[in-house]
């Protein structure tokens, strides 16, 4: 049992640490092209693909979550639940970009970041929340599946990524 909470964390490790080795490595290595100044991309359309690979990326997990855990008829609600709560967590991220990069001035984008900051943090709990329910429901095959793989979506989606930190200009 020690062993398996070992490799969920190295796992949830893996996940925080690769966002922040790609921020270090600078704007030509992570693949963001900074425009003027450093102060932001190049082209409006650039700060799409960031969020975007997080969406591929939890959706995959998410995806081959569900067939590895092989639900049964009377776990989909919960599962349904725990995914649905997910998805809300990445539009609310999504939203909280959108909001500091409209921000004109510093207080704006304070209240922003802090009013984001709120949100997320209530959208994770809810994610906690319904993965415990799930997790009480499934069989002991199963819980070795989530063990190390259930929270990994969630690790994703709360780790600081360079378009907040790009955000205002």
Known sequence: ??????????????????????????????????????????????????????????ALRMSQLEEDLRLQPGQMPAWTTY???VQRLLEDRRRTVREATTATTAPQLLDALADG?????????DVVDAGKALYALLTPEQRNVADRRLALPLAALTTQTPEISRAPR
């Open 1 to 58: 049992m020690q062993r398996q909470w070992m490799m969920m964390l190295a796992g949830v490790a893996l996940v925080v640490m690769v966002p922040a080795a790609l921020a270090q490595t600078g704007p030509a290595r992570s693949g963001v092209t900074m425009g003027p100044k450093g102060g932001g991309p190049a082209r409006p359309d650039e700060d799409k693909v960031p969020r975007q690979n997080l969406a591929e990326i939890v």
């Open 83 to 85: 995914q649905e709560r």
């Open 117 to 125: 900051a709120r949100n997320r943090l209530t959208a994770v709990e």
